[in-house]
């Protein structure tokens, strides 16, 4: 408008057609004649004119920009995490030259090491690497699964544990580094028969597998089926235990390649809930429909083809065949000593097993042999101050003896085994108390001095661990002292200790 109004003759419209072209371009926000020609006037009428347009195109350019700093951020995070993949590789290579360079003989100046010494070794070197928290945390792990495969649960628990802490601080609760650190542990306690602890590690462990590998994956499976294992053994759980062996089952018959060793696992958990359960025939069914497909897919040495011949024979056992559950447990023992030596504990456990139906075979003096035979391995393997040692000499040889009414031999066992157990529990823990109280019955019936003076003491004990509730005293012990005074005529002991039961019976109905 004022171009029109201005007073040189040059500076206005030329003609009224020139006005109106201006006006037309001012309502259609394109650059008009009166202003000057400037690049940000020009600009600034193209972006009135395409708002939108320019939106949607500054839009996209800013999603772009995301999405190439994004895939840059990715492809640096993926860079770095395949950085610090290949380094851990490198490590572990270097762990385990380094591991089995050190059993060379040139380097050991001859001697020969064993697999022990090798992994004592390996601890040492991961425990080198503080530096490494992420590599060690591996290093501990692998080592301590080792030690668990061995029997050596000592050294297992504190690697494991090592391994777990370091896995938390380095990649978070709820990391799968972390659960597979509460897996390994689980498994420990499950093999120590903790079974409380190992079913609290597979229950935090699971929650971490199903969000991050999702509802059909192996190792889910596997978790269950570990957990179902434990939870029979708790309290009121053997329904839970049930459902979970057999999603277990589920899980592994949609997988695409289902592991044969995975399918057994579960089946072989299912059949030890249902063995609980009372329902044996179910059970035994599935026991032999297992061991027909190891002994078909496996090699014969296989400890897996050991623990179903074990539960076979159990449940055999169970229902009063001795003969038929024998040589399960002679192959299933004969397995596990040739994988892993005959003082593992799975091994010697197996020997109670195969002593327990010789001996309902009227086959005591090669029971007397079995049970001397586990308890010089216990010992060879734990050491004279072991409970585990005290036990197989007094629960298992001097318990074999007495029944036999052979307290002669009885004594010198009796004797060395509550020392055992008065040197690692205490002189006045319920184990004690109850060996000593085995050994005061053959003292008497020998007639050997100390006899009362074992007694009192015995029941004085076990009194005590009764009124403060120890959670070493289990009723069949206090029953056991009632039945042995009975069998060698001691009929006031056998009274005395019948007392104990019946208020340690009374007390635990009331707490129920």
């Not at 459902?243 to 277990?248: M, V």
């Not at 032999?288 to 056992?317: F, M």
């Not at 299933?332 to 010789?358: C, E, K, T, W």
Request: hydrophobic share 40%.
């Amino acid at each position: 408008m004022l171009k029109a109004l201005r007073k040189e003759p040059k500076r206005r419209y030329r003609s009224a057609g020139d006005l109106g072209d201006d006006l037309r371009r001012h309502r259609t926000n394109q650059p008009v004649r009166a202003r000057p020609d400037t690049l940000g006037y020009r600009t600034r009428k193209f972006l009135s004119r395409h708002q939108w347009a320019v939106a949607a195109a500054t839009a996209l350019v800013l999603l772009l920009a995301g999405l190439a700093t994004l895939h840059t951020a990715r492809v640096t995070q993926e860079r770095n995490r395949a950085q610090t993949e290949a380094e851990k590789a490198r490590e572990v290579s270097a762990f385990l030259v380094n591991l089995f360079e050190a059993s060379n003989p040139t380097a050991t100046e001859g001697d020969t090491l064993t697999a022990y010494d090798l992994l004592d070794q390996g601890t040492a070197q991961a425990a080198a690497l503080r530096d490494r928290p992420a590599i060690q945390a591996q290093l501990f792990d692998a080592v301590g699964r080792a030690y668990t495969s061995l029997g050596e649960y000592p050294q297992a628990d504190s690697l494991l544990h090592r391994a777990l802490w370091l896995q938390r601080s380095t990649y978070g609760a709820r990391s799968r580094a972390v659960a597979d650190a509460e897996y390994a542990l689980g498994l420990l306690y499950k093999r120590q028969r903790n079974f409380g602890r190992a079913d609290s590690l597979f229950a935090a462990a699971l929650p971490t597998y199903r969000n991050q590998l999702g509802p059909n994956h192996a190792v889910t499976a596997r978790t269950l089926a570990h957990r179902a294992e434990a939870q029979r053994h708790l309290n009121g759980q053997l329904d839970e235990a049930e459902a979970r062996a057999r999603e277990a089952l589920a899980i592994i018959d949609r997988l695409e390649q289902p592991s044969t060793d995975d399918r057994l696992f579960a089946q072989s958990t299912l059949a030890l809930v249902l063995r609980s359960q009372d329902r044996l025939d179910e059970a035994e069914a599935v026991y032999r429909s297992i061991l027909d497909e190891q002994r078909r897919r496996l090699p014969a040495g296989r400890s897996d083809l050991a623990a179903s011949l074990n539960n076979l024979a159990y449940l055999l056992k169970t229902r009063g065949a001795y003969a038929k559950a024998e040589p399960l447990y002679r192959e299933a023992l004969s397995i596990l000593q040739s994988v892993y030596g005959r003082d593992h504990p799975d091994a010697l456990m197996f020997m109670s097993n195969l002593a327990s139906v010789l001996y309902e075979q009227g086959k005591q003096n090669e029971t007397v042999q079995v049970l001397r035979e586990k308890a010089r391995l216990a010992q060879q393997r734990y050491g004279p101050d072991h409970w585990r040692t005290g036990s197989a000499l007094v629960s298992g040889v001097g318990r074999l003896l007495m029944n036999e009414n052979d307290c002669a031999g009885a004594l010198p066992v009796l004797r060395e085994g509550m020392k055992t157990y008065a040197r690692s529990l205490g002189t006045d823990h319920p184990w004690t108390a109850q060996a000593r109280g085995m050994l005061g019955i053959c003292l008497a019936d020998q007639q050997r001095p100390g006899a009362s003076a074992a007694l009192d003491a015995s029941h004085a004990h076990l009194e005590e661990a009764l009124r403060t509730n120890h959670a070493g005293l289990r009723p069949y012990m206090l029953d056991h002292l009632v039945r042995l005074s009975r069998q060698y005529g001691l009929a006031d002991r056998a009274a005395a200790f019948s007392t104990l039961l019946e208020t340690g019976s009374a007390a635990q109905a009331s707490a129920e």
